[in-house]
C-alpha cells in the first residue's frame, strides 16, 4: 500500500513541476479570411501567394513586450535587433494559396496561459529567412503586433489560434536602391521649392 502511495506521490509532483513549467502555446495558421497577399507582376492585381510561392514565420514576445514596427527602412537584421525581447518561432510554407498551416507553436520563455505578443512575417520565394528574401528582392511584409493569452494549460483543451487575431498580411517588393534615390531627389526639390516661395 505505501509503495503505491509513493508511486502516486511521485506522480503528481512530476505532474505539477510539469504544469508550472509548461510553455505558451499558439496554433500558428490562417484562414480563408486573413489571406497572405501580394502583387502579382503579370497582372498588377492584389492575388494570393501562390501554394509554395512562399513562407511565414512566427515573430512572438510574452505579452506587453515594445515592438518596433517593420517599415522597410531597415534591414531585417538591424529591425530584429530593435526587438531585443522577440522571438522568431517556427517557419511554415504556403500551402494552399494564401493560406498556411504550422501547427501549435511552443512560445520558449511564455508561460501556459500567459499573455504573448505576435507578429506574421513573411516573403516569397523559397528563401530560407527573411534577411535572405530582403537582400533578393522579394516581397516581404510584418504584421502588426498582437496580443493573446496562449494555450498549454489544459493538455486536452487545444490551444488558441492567432487565426483569431491576424487579419491577413498583404506583401510589398523590396524598393529598389535606383527608386529609393529618386524619392529622395524628389523629396530634396519639394524642400527646396517651398523654401523658395
Sequence with gaps: MKKYL???????????????????????????????????????????????GGKVQLYYAPGGAAFVPWNGSLTPSAWLTANAAWTLGPITGIAPAGRFNGNI?????????????????????????????????AATGVSPKYTMATGGVDPLVPPPSISAQFPGLILQPVPEPSTLALAGLGAAALLIFRRRK
Design 6 to 52: 509513493s508511486i502516486i506521490a511521485v506522480a503528481a509532483m512530476a505532474a505539477y513541476a510539469t504544469s508550472a513549467l509548461a510553455q505558451g502555446q499558439l496554433g500558428f495558421n490562417n484562414l480563408s479570411t486573413s489571406l497572405v497577399q501580394y502583387t502579382d507582376p503579370a497582372t498588377s492585381l492584389l492575388a494570393k501567394v501562390p501554394s509554395g
Design 105 to 137: 507553436a511552443t512560445l520558449t520563455g511564455v508561460a501556459a496561459g500567459a499573455d504573448a505578443s505576435f507578429a506574421v512575417i513573411s516573403w516569397t520565394g523559397a528563401y530560407g529567412s527573411f534577411d535572405e528574401a530582403f537582400t533578393a528582392g
